[in-house]
């Protein structure tokens, strides 16, 4: 044994490996994918998400749900990763993404039970999402950034099935105004980011009430009511230090002996506030946004200089501030230089809905828009924004890519209908890889025939039929359970949720299935969900 390496392992971890490790990680990756299955398409159900702490959360997005899930299993946490992705990168569509990296798992575990290597599947897969790639460009449908009619078809795809149906044309044309708003021309080509546009919520009133404001809006209101409410032609300082007297920060004693002492001590603080608030002014500034506090006398100067202030600012509304307004983030006082302010027409405050809000018009640097959602209740109002967002990130991606799809599960099933016929010219055992690929695509059509009550075999057979006879547009129509043209249903998707959500399914699906070993230490609170529990017997 000499010279032959030892690995030593805690005597309270624990391992598992070959075939066992495999089926462990693979029926994880299946339980997140059944866990929200139910949630696809436009008659898909809810989940009611309740925390530690009591908060609710109700919806029918993936993404949210995975997100809110207390998910431990290392293998699980892989899938969610493809949903969250799928949500960074588009926005829509991480349902579907998390289904079809189940799916990929459940039917790689049916070759792995025949004896076919690990690497061959994984090759097989990663052969297959290629040539995906292939097919959906004869699938693909060309839309222009002027085409506001398909762009807002776009727009209420995404909102069907999140709960705001009945108010979906509405809140397309709200959806549509904001990207077109901040979208950018450049040499690559039109670029948007959503991150340009605000979004408020407040309960009370009607999601018909939703409003689309042409410029930045910070919750925040003045910080004295005799400060002016409306600033034209604003010049504006962002703040990350408290205006107010600095406090000694290492522990000290102050020892005073007469009351001339103790009134130079308050005149000093005064003075060092005064001074402070003495450059803001010098600096030309009329509108001011601090991070942290405004002490009152430093409100009572700036109240007397006629300058607008607002205190307490979120780090991330202060970043939007600076992008929208050109101004420089200021850490001290004295760092303070005219040149470095923002500008913008007007700063107002305005009352939205009994709430008091500041609101930027006209800012110098960029596109910038707002949207102020109301519902009845916390619940909608989260809701309409998960909804609201998914819609605004859809519409983006499109005019960036200029390329979409029809939806309903008709490019899933051309997928499945085209990987079959490739399959059959391959030879190997990678063949029976892209097969089982293939056959993967079709738990997308049968979800959303089984969330409508319809029978998902018979709508299989009649999907089928009509792609083989040359219908590539043709998907479900959960409403009348028939298979109908989904372009002239007006159901389009962006090309890039399709790509996006076959290649991160297909690496995380391969990435799981190249583990054969899992070692895992034990915890305080025992050992990882999944992994085998100690033998606890003598």
Do not use: W
């Amino acid at each position: 044994m000499a010279g032959q390496p030892r690995f030593v392992s805690g005597s309270n971890s624990r391992r598992s490996g070959g075939r066992d490790a495999q089926s462990m990680n693979i029926l994880a990756g299946k339980a997140v994918a059944k866990a929200v299955r139910t949630t696809l398409g436009p008659k898909g159900m809810d989940k009611m998400l309740v925390d530690s702490l009591g908060d609710i959360v109700i919806t029918n997005d993936g993404a949210t749900i995975l997100r809110e899930m207390d998910i431990e299993h290392p293998a699980a946490k892989m899938v969610v990763e493809v949903s969250k992705t799928q949500d960074d990168e588009v926005g829509d569509g991480t349902t579907t993404a998390a289904v079809l990296t189940g799916e990929l798992l459940a039917k790689a575990e049916e070759l792995l039970e025949k004896g076919i290597h690990p690497t061959i599947i994984a090759s097989g897969y990663r052969h297959a999402a290629k040539k995906c790639a292939e097919i959906l460009e004869t699938i693909t449908i060309d839309v222009s950034k002027d085409d506001r009619e398909t762009l807002k078809k776009l727009a209420k795809t995404a909102l069907t099935g999140k709960g705001e149906g009945e108010y979906k044309e509405f809140l397309a044309d709200i959806v549509l105004d904001a990207v077109i708003s901040v979208a950018e021309e450049t040499d690559d080509g039109t670029k948007v980011d959503v991150s340009d546009i605000t979004i408020e919520k407040k309960e009370g009133g009607s999601i018909l009430d939703t409003e689309l404001v042409p410029g930045l809006i910070i919750d925040k209101e003045r910080v004295r009511p005799n400060m002016p409410k409306k600033i034209e032609n604003a010049k504006i300082l962002l703040a990350s230090f408290a205006i107010e007297f600095h406090k000694i920060e290492k522990d000290a004693e102050i020892k005073i002996t007469s009351p001339n002492q103790m009134q130079l001590f308050v005149e000093q603080e005064e003075r060092m506030v005064k001074e402070m608030v003495d450059k803001i002014i010098a600096s030309g500034a009329n509108v001011v946004f601090c991070q942290k506090a405004i002490d009152d006398l430093a409100q009572y100067y700036l109240e007397k200089a006629g300058i607008y202030a607002c205190r307490r600012i979120k780090k991330s509304d202060l970043q939007k501030l600076a992008k929208a307004t050109g101004a420089t983030l200021f850490q001290d006082v004295t760092d303070i230089r005219p040149s470095d302010l923002g500008a913008a027409e007007i700063v107002e405050e305005r009352d939205v809905n009994g709430a008091k809000m500041t609101i930027l018009t006209g800012c110098r640097e960029e596109k910038t828009v707002s949207l102020i959602l109301h519902g009845g209740t916390t619940h909608i109002v989260d809701s309409l924004k998960r909804a609201l967002n998914d819609a605004l990130c859809v519409v983006g991606v499109a005019l960036e890519d200029r390329k979409i799809v029809a939806g309903g599960g008709a490019p899933e099933i051309e997928l499945a209908l085209r990987l079959r016929e490739y399959a059959a010219t391959l030879k190997g055992r990678e063949q029976l890889a892209v097969s089982k690929f293939a056959e993967a695509f079709e738990i997308i059509p049968q979800t959303l025939a089984e969330n409508a009550g319809l029978d998902a075999i018979d709508m299989l057979i009649e999907l089928r039929s009509q792609h083989e006879q040359g219908n590539k547009n043709a998907g479900l129509n959960v409403y009348t359970g028939q298979v109908v043209n989904m372009y002239d249903m007006d159901v389009l998707e962006p090309l890039r949720i399709k790509t996006q959500a076959i290649n991160a399914a297909t690496e995380a699906t391969v990435m799981i299935l190249r583990i054969d070993d899992v070692v895992a230490s034990s915890r305080k609170s025992g050992m990882p969900p999944g992994m085998p529990q100690p033998d606890m017997g003598m």
